[in-house]
C-alpha cells in the first residue's frame, strides 16, 4: 500500500522523541526527558465535583455535538484572560482546539505548500518541526542568542530565502533552550513581519510559569496588521489530558481556523470544555497558577544547584526564567544522543538536543525537564549525569 | 494575509450544510437537519458515578499525557468487540481518534496529493467530502442503487480514471441515503480494489443500529491484502461530545495514521477515554444499543406512516434498515435548496440533498433525519413539509 501514500506522508516518520520517551517510560527510571507537568497538581479532586456538577446543571447537552468554534462560556474567559494580558480578545476571536498542538498542524495545513519555508529559533520545538513537516515544508534555521532571535540573521533569511510563509517562534521561556525574548527584539520580528510580509505563529505555552523577573509584551499585543497568530494552552496551567488549547488570530485568519477544525474532527471535547469552564468559574485561577510556580521555581533550583554541585565546569547551561526547561551545552566531541545509551543505563533519561534543530548539526546540547520529577529525584538524577560527564 | 494561504487552503471553504445548521438552530424549530443522536438516551448519569470513579481510582494519571495510541483497555474493548463482530483484530491494530471525522482527514493527510481522485459513492457524506478536499484532491462519483455502488460504474472508473487513491465508502445505513450493501457488492468491491490496487476507506457509523435485517459481513472482515482503512466511532453509540472514534488498519497503515495523530494533536482526550472504558466495562454495552435501536426504530416507523400519509404521491423515499437518515426524492424541476428558506420560514428543516453530491448536480433530494426530533415533532413536521410539497 506503501505506494498509495501521497508525497507528504513520507514526510512523516516517527519522531526520535517519541522512541526516546518510550525508551524512558520504564520504571523507575528518573526522567528528565518528558516535557509533563506535575501531576500532583492537577486539580483532580475538584474535577469529581465539577464533572458531577456539570452534569447535573446541563444534563445531556454536555455530550452532544457542539459548535466547532466551542464552548462560549469558556472563550469568553479566555478572552478575557488574554485581554487581561494586553491583547484585547473577544469570545469571537477563539477557537478552542486540542491543545496548541492542534494550532501548530492547522497552522501547517493552512499556510504551507511543499517546499515552502518556515523561519524558526535554532533550536526549535520538535511538536511544531514534526507538525510542520507533514505538510512537505522545509526549515531554515534563525540564530539565537539570550535575547531571542538574532534580528540580523532573521532579516538576512527574509532577504534571501524564498517561499517563506511563516515565522514560528516561542517567545516565553522557549522549548527546549528556556529563554525569553526581550522586548526589543519582539518589536524587531514584528517590524521585520510587517516589512516583509509574514506571518507569525506565536506559540506561547509557558508564558504564565514565570518564576521571576516581568512579563514581557507579547507579540499578539504588538500586531497592528492581524499577521500574528496565537496559540494558547491549558496543558502547562491545568492538565494536558483534557486536550484544551485555543487559537487566537485576526478574523479572517481565525476564520481559516475554524474551518479547518470543522473538516479535522468537529469540534473539541464538550464535556471537558465545560469542566474547564466550572473549574474556572469556580477558582481563583491565578491563584492555581501560583501554586504551579512556587512549586516548579523550587524545583528549578534545586536542579540549578545540584547542576552547579555535581556536574563539571566544562558544562554550561542557561537559568531559566520559567517554564519547565533547562538547556545544556556539554563540551564539543560528546554527542549526547551516543551519551543516553549510558545515561538510561544508569537509570536517568533527557532528550538530546540534537532533535531540536531541524538541520540536526548540534550534537552537544541536551534538555532538561524539571517540572515532573520531585525534589530527590532530581538531585539523584543530576549527581548521576554528572559522573557521566566526567 | 490571504496571499499567504497554501493552494489547498484555498480549498477550505465554508460547507453548506454547517450554514445550513445554524439556520436551523433557532429555538423551536422541528429539525430533520443534523445528524444529531437522541441526548434523553445519552448515559450522562451513569457518567457522574463513573467520572468519579476514574479520578477516584486512577487519580491525575487520568489527567496526564497519554500515549498517541490511546488508552490501552479501550483499545483492547474496541478489538474485541470488532473480532466478535467477524473482524479479528487486537489492541494494536486500534487508534483512538477524536471521532471517525479525525480519521478521515488523516486518511486524506496519508494518501491524497493534489489533484489526486476519490472515488466516493453518489451522493455521500458531506463531512468526508469535505475533510478529502482540504488536500486538494477531486472527486469522481460512483452511481448507486439500492445495492450499494453499481459495480459496472466502479469498473468503469477503475480503468478510466487515473490517480485514484481510494475509494470511500459508507456501507451500511449509508450517510444520506441509508442504504446498505448487499454481501456480493461488498465482495466485488474488494475484488476491484484487488485487482486495481486501491485503497479502501470503510465509513461504519452507524453499523451497530439495525432496526431490522441482518449485519452484513464489513470490508474489513473480507480483507486479504491490507487495504481497508475502517473507521469506528462511539459518537452514535454513546455519545458525540466525547469526541472517541478509532482507526483499524494493516500495521503499515496504522502506524502511520498513529504519526500524523501525533503530529496533529498528541493524543485523544485521557479522562473521556477511561471513562468510556469504564462504562464499557460496567455495563453491557450490547443492551445500551438495544435501547437506542428501540426508540430510533419507533421514530423511524413513524416518520415513514407520516411521509405515507401526508406526503403527495409523486414524493419517493427509501426506508433504510437502520442509521439515522431517510432520503427522499420529489420531483425533477423542485429544487429543495430554494424550498428549504419556505419550510424554515414554516419552523421545518432538512439539508438539501444537494450537499451530498460532489458534483453539486441533483437539487430534487432531501436528507431527512429521524433520530433526534420526538415521535410527536416528527409527525408535524412531515405535515408541514408535506404541505409544502403538494
Redesign the interface.
Known sequence: ?????????KN????EI?EILKLTSKEGIISFA?G??A??L?P??Q??SI??EV??SM????????T?EGYEPLREKIAERMTNQGMKTSADDVLI???S??GL?FAG?????PN?IVLCESPSYL?AI??F???GCDFVEVDTDEDGMVMASLEEKLKTVENV??IYVIPNFQNPTGRTWTLERRKELMALANKY???IIEDNPYGELRYEGEAVASLRSMDTE??VVYLGTFSKTF?????IGWVTA?P??LN?FI??K???????????QRELDLFLEQNDFDAHIQTLIALYKKRRDIMVDAIESYFPKHVSYGKPHGGLFLWVTVPEGIDTKVLLDKAVDLGVAYVPGVSFFPSGMTKNTMRLNFSNMNEEKIVEGIKILGKLLE
Chains 1, 2 share one sequence.
Open positions: 500500500m506503501e505506494t498509495l501514500f501521497s508525497d507528504r506522508a512523516i516518520v516517527a519522531s517519541r518528558g509533563l507537568p501531576p500532583e492537577f483532580y479532586q474535577l469529581k464533572s458531577r452534569l447535573d444534563g445531556p447537552a454536555a455530550l452532544q455535538y457542539n466547532t482546539t486540542n491543545g498542538q492542534q498542524d495545513k493552512i499556510f504551507l505548500n515552502d511538536g514534526n507538525a513537516r507533514a505538510y510563509k511563516f510580509n509574514k506571518v492581524g499577521r492538565c494536558p489530558g483534557l486536550r485576526s479572517t485568519l481559516k474551518l479547518v470543522q473538516g479535522a474532527d468537529l469540534q473539541t471535547n464538550s464535556m471537558s
